[in-house]
């Protein structure tokens, strides 16, 4: 799309150089249509921008959500990690789970419910939101983890192992 953007503003620029040889009204119709063109194109971008941002709504947690405060141990081929797990999850499916390494240091936060999931952090590496079925493969054992909870939600450990990825959390 940004491409797209910058060949119509570089087409719209040539235009204007090539009519600034004619005229003084030939002139003025080129810098008007440059302006329109230019507002035409911001405003265009703008909506099909706006139209790819995801709005989905998480339910806040509220004192019927169940917490779970410990220690996760993470393993896959070329990773593994211990942290901090804050884990929190509602009755109704809503998922949260936050990942750090000390205070202020959160290497995953991920909110989740039955269709939708939202993943940031340094281990999400760029983040990614949007419908579970269609999530990248490399989160896909993370976002297993909210079906893992919800069916053993007073477990003290829990053990889940999706493809090459190992989950041990320990409350």
Request: proline share 4%; glycine share 8%; net charge positive.
């Amino acid at each position: 799309m940004l491409r797209t953007l910058g060949v119509i503003m570089s087409q719209v620029g040539a235009i204007h150089r090539i009519a600034c040889f004619f005229s003084p009204l030939a002139r003025a119709i080129a810098v008007n249509c440059v302006y329109v063109v230019s507002i035409l194109s911001i405003t265009l971008f703008c909506i099909i921008s706006c139209a790819t941002i995801s709005h989905h709504e998480f339910s806040d947690p509220g004192a019927e959500w169940q917490t779970k405060n410990g220690q996760l141990m993470y393993r896959a081929p070329n990773t593994t990690l211990i942290g901090e797990a804050l884990v929190r999850f509602s009755k109704t499916g809503d998922f949260e789970l936050t990942v750090s390494k000390g205070p202020g240091i959160t290497l995953l936060s991920l909110r989740q419910d039955s269709n939708f999931a939202e993943v940031k952090g340094g281990l999400a590496r760029q983040g990614w939101s949007g419908p579970v079925a269609q999530a990248p493969s490399q989160l896909r054992g993370w976002l297993g983890l909210r079906d893992q909870f919800l069916r053993a939600p007073d477990r003290k450990t829990l053990r889940y192992s999706a493809d090459n990825e190992t989950f041990l959390f320990q409350f």
